[in-house]
């Protein structure tokens, strides 16, 4: 049985998950599994109030109220398109390779928005849409892989 677990985790020093995030390279709705529900199901399971789904060129904000069980309080907040520097590699490498480049620039980048002035650098939609929540979030946690992740020195 495969355990399912979210691609990277924003951990606080006593090891609370401050926030999810799940990256796929199909865009939302080009998968079988929607990349929104799979985080849903993540953010019930780890009991995590925040997450980011990161599908293709698109980021879309949840956030759970924790109002009612079961998922059912948790809600899309919105969604903004990636900058460019950070779309998913667009090359002729396996479709696992090119998922794993993508999720290392995805975690680079969440280390860097906890500069101040990496935020003044996103897109108008992209800085309104994380606004301060997010950095903030960053700033109090670990942001780190939640499992192995592949290494050209692995090769």
Known sequence: M???QPNIVVT?????YLMLVEVTLNGIGELTQNPVEQLKYLMVSYGCSV???IAGERIVLLRDSFEKSNGES???VGEAKLPDS???PADDRGQEERLLEFESRVQQWL?????TSSLENLPNDLRKLLGEPIPSLL??????????????VAK
């Open 74 to 76: 948790i809600y899309v």
């Open 86 to 88: 950070l779309l998913p």
């Open 51 to 53: 997450g980011l789904a």
């Open 12 to 16: 606080s020093p006593d090891e609370d």
């Open 2 to 4: 495969q355990i399912i």
């Open 111 to 115: 280390e860097r928005l906890k500069l």
């Open 139 to 152: 700033r109090l946690g670990e942001v780190r892989v939640s499992g192995p992740r592949w290494s050209k």
